[in-house]
């Protein structure tokens, strides 16, 4: 026994130390001599360390303080349990009952022979020491206890039952730091019941009786934490059995396992995905999966998937199993953008867009109604992304408050959104695989595909379609099974030294189908490569895809024959006998020689198509190739440029003369009738011009513009006949040329003026009318004369504007000098053949009348002989519809063009006027007197009026006069002058003297 002695007096411990030395020797005494002294054996900072001492004996007077005090200092702030025996003096019965007080073990009382007593109150207190250290190591293992229950996740607690009714009687503390609740609070009867998850609820309790049934449950539910959310927990009770094995009282183990229920959850998910995929099902129903998982583990999150089309930059909608239907159509095709929601900007940046309090946030001011509508208040958005960094879509989270996504929700998200982009991919790739397989089913172009041998290991049908092998027929055969023989060896060294330099060779190749014909086709074929375990593209395949150009080929030619010849006559056309051309000049260059072009143009051949139909046209221009083909030398061509024109390019000229010698043969060739396939039986006559090379051009372009001068100038010459170019021709048509480029710049310009000369009436000598005359003063310059330049305008068409703003000009002039008070007078205007050949001329001239506001009666149209002639019906229909207008019709130029009385008759003229050449030399040529005379008469007899215009003297007037001629027009009485000018004339003459 293990015994410490404090003593107050060394003669007290020498007395100690006799007699229990003589009592026993079971008693190991150490001593003190001070309270200070005995403090030194107990530590005071580690309350649980081990004292090595049983038992104490404490004299009450010590030096340094008394014994109760150093009891009492050892009790309350050291916490030591050590049995104490306390000496003290005889008279101090006080501190006795207050030692008592203290708990001590037992005292002595220093009277006579109290010496001898200690050793039985040492053993005494040696029994209470075995006590003593039993119960601190009782409090020790409850303090350990309640340590391993503060840390660990493990609850555990206690059921009393009352009657079959479990009742919670004990919880350990640690509860509160697993469910939030406090002990008191739980222990509170029913509150197990009301925290369940409504899910849960029924089960759970369900499941008590098996505890009664069995002894024991394990089982897994979800409950609600106080700060509402919801957590899994592992139950586990054992029954505990009372007297007569009834139940009494049983005890269990709650875990959280709402971290292992999350990773089952997302293991579920994934292979719940991957099931899906394999099962090829739609990509909805995947999404829809994910996020019905998503929701099972956090109830709180409505999960929304949109996935991203890349054309159209909108989201559209992939699943939302929780969200109203009114707001998943309003953002199904919302197009991507800074501040379009969470979604819209997250999908936009490519980063992640957190929105803890939509009511409040810039980004869904657009949306505030329909967020508002859903009761949605918060939204956390990440775009999730393939392999190449590209935003596929977005998967956000919204809830019903406002909110800021915790650390472990966030990762949560994360995750089922790298499960969304994989499942996303793997669709995407399916369906590309999917295309890809029907498109190489489907492609009309042969696709062979062989390893690196090589061996064929697959082809499509068109493949089989095209060779005529079946795909078991080349399956594993070398792809030179349709080799035609047409290529040599050097031709495949450089096909493959091509295509393993560059892995890809593309080029035209010849080859056999099965049933021996030979083929052409248009072949690529490229390496496919795989990446290596060191990261180097190594090819693996090869794959080949060709085109049967068969038809192609043909096609070509075809088109090389539509594109060079004509397809008609079956003769060169412009493009080819222009290449030809351009040899024939190269060689005359180099041999010394002449080349000549012949231009050939037929003579009123628009009177066969017009007449006849342009079927019978064309069989006439077939029948004159043929026959001009036979004339010509193997080594000209013959080429037809369009319509009506040919060309004969003559190469190896030694004389000049040459080419008239066989354009005369040509004409001459034409001189027979042509016998049709319609039956028809027509003459023609051609009127050729000539061109020289190097005489008259540097180049083909101007050979053939130079024999084209020459032929127009065949043509004014008589027709069916030839003419050489000659450099006055060319300076002709460039003069030509300036005049039409001056011309179209003066009708923009408004360089263009009408000046008005007066029509005198024979009887009253008064001006009755006016013609309108066009001239063209270019600024700065001298006035152009009308012979000059009214020719351009009708080769060029220019004719038809600007008759036009003659006609416009002419009837605002007229109305304006009836509206300054003038008397009225006939505005007489000119029409061109093209104006009066045009469709439109009725309308044109109703459109300007109306305009204008020109009575009709006012306006004389002025016309040739030479316009109505060609088609007379056609003129006659034009004139009558003229004059339905109300306007005055007057031939203009009588006697110089046909002039058919059977005709005239039938055209609802009212004026003939005759031409100035036969008035001008009315006083010296007997001639011209008759027909002047006869044109009167004759005018007299169809009851028309009659105007000599270009009357310039006395002794023309006075024979006009002696015949009754009914207008006079000419210098004698005005010349043209503008209307400003004339109208002052007319203000002082409007009779003449």
């Known amino acids: 026994m293990q015994v410490l002695y404090i003593a107050g007096k060394q003669c007290d411990v020498d007395n100690v130390q006799r007699v229990l030395s003589q009592a026993t020797d079971k008693i190991k005494l150490s001593v003190a001599t001070s309270a200070h002294a005995a403090l030194m054996f107990f530590p005071t900072s580690s309350p649980e360390q081990i004292v ?51 708990e001590v073990e037992d005292y002595l009382i220093k009277k006579e022979g109290y010496v001898t007593e200690i050793f039985t109150a040492l053993k005494s207190a040696h029994r209470l020491a075995g006590l003593v250290r039993e119960r601190i190591n009782i409090k020790r293992e409850n303090l350990h206890l309640s340590r391993l229950l503060t840390a660990s996740p493990v609850v555990l607690y206690s059921l009393r039952f009352i009657g079959d009714s479990p009742q919670l009687t004990w919880v350990s503390g640690n509860v509160e730091r697993v469910l939030g609740y406090s002990q008191q609070e739980i222990l509170t009867p029913g509150w197990w019941a009301s925290h369940l998850h409504p899910d849960d609820c029924g089960a759970a309790l369900a499941r008590q009786h098996l505890l009664i049934a069995e002894g024991k449950l394990t089982h897994e539910y979800r409950i609600y934490h106080r700060d509402g959310r919801v957590i899994w927990l592992l139950d586990e009770l054992q029954l505990v059995q009372g007297d007569a094995r009834r139940p009494y009282e049983a005890v269990g183990i709650c875990l959280d396992i709402s971290e292992r229920k999350q990773i089952e959850l997302i293991r579920q998910t994934q292979q719940s995905v991957l099931d899906l995929i394999v099962a090829n099902q739609p990509l909805p129903v995947i999404l829809n999966d994910i996020a019905t998982h998503l929701e099972m583990i956090n109830p709180d999150m409505l999960v929304s998937i949109l996935l991203l089309d890349k054309q159209t930059k909108c989201l559209k909608l992939g699943a939302a199993p929780s969200l109203p239907d009114s707001y998943n159509t309003l953002v199904d095709g919302m197009a991507i953008g800074e501040g379009v929601g969470s979604c819209g900007t997250a999908a936009f940046r490519g980063e992640t867009v957190i929105v803890s309090d939509i009511d409040h946030h810039p980004y869904w001011e657009l949306f505030m109604e329909a967020t508002q509508k859903a009761d949605l208040h918060a939204c956390w958005s990440l775009p999730f992304k393939d392999d190449n960094n590209q935003v596929l879509g977005t998967f956000a989270i919204y809830h019903h408050k406002a909110c800021s996504p915790p650390a472990e929700d966030m990762a949560l998200v994360q995750e089922f959104a790298a499960f969304t982009a994989l499942a996303v991919q793997k669709v995407y790739a399916t369906e590309s695989l999917r295309l890809a397989a029907t498109v190489f089913a489907s492609v009309r172009e042969g696709v062979v595909i062989t390893d690196l041998e090589p061996r064929i290991v697959a082809v499509n049908q068109a493949y089989t379609r095209i060779t005529g092998y079946s795909e078991a027929q080349v399956l594993g055969k070398n ?21 393993r330099a560059t892995g890809h060779w593309s080029g035209e190749i010849w080859n056999r189908r099965k049933g021996g014909e030979i083929y052409p086709q248009w072949l690529t074929i490229s390496a496919v490569c795989i990446s290596s375990s060191s990261g180097e593209s190594e090819p693996c395949n090869y794959v080949g895809v060709f085109t049967d150009v068969s038809q192609l080929k043909q096609s070509e030619a075809q088109l090389t024959q539509l594109a060079h010849y004509d397809p008609l006559t079956n003769l060169p056309n412009r493009l080819l006998v222009q290449s030809q051309l351009r040899h024939a000049v190269e060689h005359a260059k180099r041999s010394g020689l002449l080349v000549s072009v012949l231009y ?45 024109e040919f060309l004969l390019v003559l190469e190896g000229i030694r004389d000049p003369s040459d080419p008239a010698f066989i354009a005369q043969n040509l004409i001459n060739l034409l001189t027979s009738p042509f016998m049709l396939p319609s039956g028809h039986e027509i003459f023609i006559g051609a009127s050729i011009g000539i061109s020289l090379f190097p005489e008259d051009a540097r180049n083909v372009t101007e050979l053939i513009q130079h024999a084209d001068m020459a032929m127009y100038q065949a043509k004014k010459d008589g027709r069916n006949t030839y003419r050489y170019h000659t450099a006055a021709l060319s300076i002709a048509a460039n003069e030509r040329l300036r005049v039409e480029n001056r011309l179209r710049h003066a009708l923009a310009a408004e360089e263009l003026v009408l000046h008005y000369q ?72 000119n029409l061109s053949v093209r104006q009066f050949q045009s469709e439109n001329l009725i309308g044109m001239v109703q ?147």
């Open 600 to 644: 050939i143009d037929l003579d009123r051949f628009k009177n066969v198509n017009d007449s006849l139909g342009h079927p019978v046209g064309d069989e006439l221009l077939i029948k004159l190739a043929e026959r001009m083909k036979k004339q010509v030398r193997k080594e000209d061509t013959l080429a037809r440029l369009g319509g009506d």
């Open 52 to 102: 090595d001492f049983e038992v104490l004996l404490i004299d009450y007077n010590l030096p340094d303080m008394n014994g109760l005090e150093l009891v009492r200092l050892l009790r309350k702030e050291s916490d030591l349990d050590i049995p104490v025996v306390l000496m003290v003096e005889q008279d101090i019965h006080t501190d006795i009952v207050r030692a008592l007080c203290l």
């Open 847 to 993: 459109r300007i009348l109306e305009e204008t506001q020109l009575p009709a009666n006012c306006l004389e149209l002025e016309l040739t002989e030479s316009m109505f002639m060609e088609q007379v019906e056609r003129s006659i229909k034009t004139l009558n519809k003229l004059k339905a207008l109300g306007v005055n019709l007057a031939i203009d130029d009588f006697g110089t063009g046909y002039s058919s009385l059977i005709y005239l008759k039938r055209f609802p003229i009212d004026k003939l006027k005759i031409d100035q050449s036969f008035v001008r030399d009315l006083a010296d040529d007997p001639n011209d007197r008759e027909i002047a005379a006869t044109i009167i008469a004759m005018a007299r007899g169809l009851k028309l009026n009659v105007l000599a215009e270009g009357i310039e003297s006395e002794q023309q007037l006075d024979f006009l006069r002696q015949h009754d001629c009914d207008y006079y027009q000419g210098y004698l009485f005005h010349r043209p002058v503008p209307a400003d000018e004339l109208e002052t004339w007319l203000r002082k003459n409007s009779t003449l003297q």
């Open 758 to 829: 007066p029509l005198i009436d024979a009887r009253t000598r008064c001006v009755v009318g006016v013609e309108a005359l066009v001239r063209w003063q270019p600024l700065g310059e001298a006035i152009v004369s009308p012979g000059k330049f009214i020719p351009v305008a009708e080769e060029t068409g220019l004719i038809v504007p600007l008759g036009e703003w003659v006609l416009r000009t002419a009837c605002k002039q007229a109305r304006a000098w009836i509206d300054a008070g003038l008397p009225r007078l006939v505005m007489a205007v």
């Open 479 to 499: 792809p030179k099974i349709v080799k035609s023989g047409i290529h040599d060896k050097a031709f495949y060294r450089e096909l493959w030294s091509t295509l």
